[in-house]
């Protein structure tokens, strides 16, 4: 009896370590944050509610509106690379939010671009498009419904005897829409890992150093992925393709 | 004259200048480094141009030589050149600024003093005089009244043909280029200073030439009408209108000197002489007009502020309709005046009909107002009246044009119809082409969930238990609806199945029957337990189980000899009470039982 108790805690310890203890402020205050961030907003004291919504950020608390606004002030003041990256962040939560995406290609047509653009085929582009449609937690459910629905289809079709193709023929379709969002999965989850946004307009450099050879020009906003770090400067590569180190501190991981 | 000029030109063209100007350094003399100024010629006629060059010998490295303000010139700096040259593997290396320098009057003038810095050192350069002579008199020749200026070759005018104007009257104005020489080309649309009116756009230029006191003039004429929107004296003007001109370099080409040879006359001039074009901002006088207001007596009331001349003309369609139905009204306003200000009539309110939105449409010097009117009885019998007011200021009095009213036909409505509300039928939408704002959309006033940074379903661990119940779950499920399945569907295996049950079921009556001291039912419940589990584990039919049946199976499945003696005794044993009395005590029950218990209970692990 004992030893089952024993059991049972260890197993509630397990699943309730997954939420750390980050938690500063209470929901609450944070809303209170929130709500005088925007008036502040409203009342063009941009300085005011960036310094409201980054407070929030701080105490550990986030949600894609507060990324959003967070984003619009900075806009605000001019500042295209602290917008760009909080836009990018908000995505991760509020994906297909309109006033999002109008914004976001406001400020990515004010931003620099350098090279030929991104060349991607018919797959790479509907993969991203896929994958910049739903948040990781949304596919994560999905993933979950399917798997119980595959489960669900499988013993109905026993307990009601359906037909062989009817069965096979369901779960086909099921199985491969479990396939796409584990591929779909696994690329965003690839995709928001190396993610980052050039804070301030840079070169890129062919080897880690000063006076290396200038490769490529990098402007405020412009979205990279980061291949590694090694001290102070980190390899990066343009959507381009191009590939080039900068200092570290010009780009921030989303 | 023309021989005259021709000496003129023979005695003026000297040799190409070079004024190797005697430097005088304010800090000494540099050693290296000398400057020189070129000029191409010292005497030039109106429309042609002299190049004058500054060179830096021994310093490359100088930044342009700022030219300072010239009388009676017009100075456009053309550029720096540089040479390198080594002679002797000495390098020597000079830079030259060249300028052009363009008349734009008769006179004697000079080029200024200029100091050039180079390498910290002030170099001044000597004056240069300079004489300006006009295109058909020697300079220096007897000295006309006035000095001839560029402005009296080439000059723009405005002209107005009145100076008092009603407001808003249409007023047609005239720009006009006069060029006798040099010849302009490219001319720009003007731009004319015109606070207190407003205009249209210019139409296509016209050219053409005319001859005024003895010269002939080519003519660039620019027509627009005008129309002042404020009372009072206002000035129109100035025109500003950029050109380019053409401009003949006066450059000596000839160097043999003023002796001259075959090649230094008019012709072989003008071959070698380079035109170039220049760029030139003619201004005009601007114009006083006295802008008066509209006459306040016998002003109609409906007055729609159009002054010109103006005919109006009003159409209905159809005249014949149902109730509710559709009637076009257009009103047409043709003439000269300001149509953009001017108002059409309006519809009486009062009158028996609904009304939608008039399109209005304006082209030239035509406007149209299409009206839908909806009649709402059958009782009206005409759309009234309409009247147009203008004022016409060469009458300068006030006109009314009326049209109507228009007799119609409104016919009752039937039984079971209804009112139709329709639009302009057949007419296309006034869409006005708008440039819309560019910003970011506004803030979000809700956060949404405001959750704990890195808490995502995810990385929850409650996720991975859930998704391990769910697969335990599936596969139970799975596996026991496999097994319901294959007990309905596989007799062998059904029978497999319930073997060990049935045994079990068989073993237990059989110990109560121990207790109970029971021989013979005992020892039936027994041998039916072997029957019964021997028959469903080798799917025999349970009735025909005897042991030499049973014998052969449990042989070919590799069973231990003593398990199928134990077997055969059990059987023996059983036969031998069920049908033979004999002395059983409860010590050889139990044997019995537990030679069939643990013969049960191998066959259960070895035999598949």
Redesign the interface.
């Known amino acids: 009896m004992r030893s089952r108790r024993a059991i049972g805690i260890l197993?509630c310890i397990?699943?309730?370590?997954?939420?750390?203890c980050?938690?500063q402020i209470s929901?609450d205050e944070?809303?209170s944050k929130?709500?005088s961030a925007?008036i502040a907003?409203k009342e063009g004291r941009y300085d005011e509610a960036i310094s409201r919504y980054n407070e929030?950020?701080n105490a550990?608390?986030?949600?894609?509106?507060?990324y959003?606004?967070l984003g619009?002030?900075y806009?605000k003041k001019g500042d295209i690379g602290n917008t760009a990256l909080n836009y990018v962040r908000a995505k991760k939560?509020?994906p297909r939010d309109s006033?999002l995406t109008?914004?976001e290609r406001?400020?990515r047509s004010q931003i620099d671009q350098y090279g030929n653009g991104i060349n991607l085929n018919i797959i790479e582009s509907a993969l991203e498009r896929f994958i910049l449609l739903y948040t990781?937690?949304e596919?994560?459910?999905i993933l979950?419904s399917l798997?119980?629905s595959?489960?669900v289809v499988?013993?109905f079709s026993?307990?009601f005897r359906w037909r062989s193709q009817w069965r096979q023929g369901v779960l086909s379709i099921l199985v491969m829409i479990f396939v796409v969002f584990v591929t779909g999965l696994m690329a965003k989850v690839q995709y928001e890992k190396n993610l980052a946004v050039i804070m301030n307009k840079t070169d890129s450099y062919f080897e880690p150093r000063t006076d290396s050879t200038v490769h490529f020009k990098l402007s405020e906003g412009m979205k990279i992925r980061v291949l590694k770090t090694e001290g102070n400067w980190t390899k990066i590569q343009r959507l381009d393709g191009k590939i080039g180190w900068i200092d570290a501190e010009m780009a921030e991981k989303i | 004259m023309g021989n005259y000029f021709k000496k003129f030109r023979l005695s003026q063209v000297l040799w190409a200048l070079i004024a190797i100007v005697n430097l005088t350094p304010s800090f000494g003399f540099a050693q290296d480094i000398s400057i020189e100024a070129e000029v191409s010629s010292k005497t030039v006629t109106l429309g042609s141009a002299i190049r004058f060059t500054i060179t830096v010998n021994g310093e490359s490295n100088i930044a342009p030589i700022q030219f300072p303000a010239m009388e009676g010139f017009n100075v456009e700096y053309l550029g720096p050149t540089t040479r390198m040259s080594f002679v002797n593997g000495q390098k020597s290396s000079s830079k030259s600024f060249a300028y052009s320098l363009f008349p734009l009057k008769e006179g004697q003038f000079e080029i200024p003093t200029i100091n050039v810095v180079v390498s910290g050192r002030t170099y001044t350069l000597r004056p240069i005089p300079i004489e300006v002579g006009t295109g058909g008199t020697p300079a220096g020749s007897s000295p006309p009244d006035k000095s001839a200026t560029i402005q009296d070759k080439l000059f723009v005018v405005l002209k107005v043909p009145k100076n008092t104007v009603y407001i808003n009257e249409p007023m047609p104005i005239k720009i006009m280029l006069f060029d006798s020489g040099p010849f302009t080309r490219n001319v720009n649309m003007p731009e004319m200073n015109n606070i207190g009116f407003t205009m249209e756009e210019y139409q296509k230029p016209q050219q053409y030439q005319q001859v005024i006191n003895g010269v002939r003039h080519q003519i660039v004429e620019f027509n627009n009408t005008i129309y002042p929107t404020r009372e009072g004296e206002l000035r129109l003007g100035p025109v500003k209108l950029n050109c380019n001109i053409v401009v003949t370099d006066a450059n000596s080409n000839s160097r043999l000197g003023p002796g001259g040879s075959a090649f230094n006359d008019d012709f072989f001039n003008s071959f070698f002489n380079r035109q170039t074009t220049r760029l030139m901002v003619l201004e005009s006088e601007s114009v006083a007009i006295n802008v008066l207001p509209l006459p306040a007596e016998g002003r109609p009331v409906d007055f729609s502020g159009a002054v010109g001349q103006y005919d109006f003309n009003v159409s209905v369609s159809p005249d014949r309709v149902k109730v509710g139905d559709p009637i076009t009204l257009r009103m047409t306003v043709i003439g000269k005046g300001n149509l953009s200000v001017t108002e059409m009539p309006k519809f009486p309110l009062d009158a028996e009909f609904k009304l939608y939105d008039p399109q209005i449409f304006e082209k030239d010097n035509i406007k149209k107002m299409d009206q839908v009117l909806i009649p709402q009885s059958e009782n009206i019998k005409e759309v009234p009246a309409l009247q147009f007011s203008y004022f016409d200021p060469q009458l300068k009095k006030y006109r009314t044009l009326t049209k109507g009213p228009f007799p119609i036909e409104v016919l009752k409505l039937e039984e079971g119809e209804e009112f139709k509300v329709v639009g302009l039928e057949g007419g296309s939408w006034n869409i006005i082409p708008e440039v819309l704002g560019e910003d970011i959309v506004f803030i979000k006033m809700n956060p949404g969930k405001l959750h704990l940074k890195g808490e995502f379903i995810y990385n929850s661990r409650m996720l991975y238990a859930l998704i391990s119940l769910i697969i335990l779950a599936w596969a139970g499920i799975f596996m026991y609806l496999k097994r319901t399945h294959r007990i309905k569907t596989d007799i062998v295996y059904a029978r497999r199945l319930q073997a060990p049950r049935q045994a079990k079921q068989g073993l237990e009556r059989a110990q109560k029957l121990i207790v109970s001291g029971r021989k013979k039912e005992f020892y039936d419940a027994l041998f039916k337990t072997a029957q019964s589990y021997l028959g469903n584990k080798l799917h025999l039919s349970s009735g025909a189980v005897t042991f030499e049946t049973a014998q052969s199976f449990l042989k070919t499945r590799n069973i231990e000899e003593k398990v199928i003696t134990d077997i055969k005794a059990i059987f023996e044993e059983c036969d031998m009470i069920r049908y033979a009395s004999a002395e059983i005590d409860k010590e050889r029950m139990q044997k019995s039982y537990q030679l069939l218990a643990q013969s049960i209970d191998y066959l259960e692990r070895y035999l598949k």
């Open positions: 197993v397990f699943i309730l370590s997954g939420s750390t980050y938690a929901v944070a809303l929130f709500v925007g907003y929030i950020l550990g608390r986030e949600s894609g509106p507060l959003y606004n619009n002030s806009f939560f509020i006033d109008f914004n406001y400020v990781i937690d596919m994560v459910i979950v798997l119980i595959i489960g499988l013993i026993l307990y």
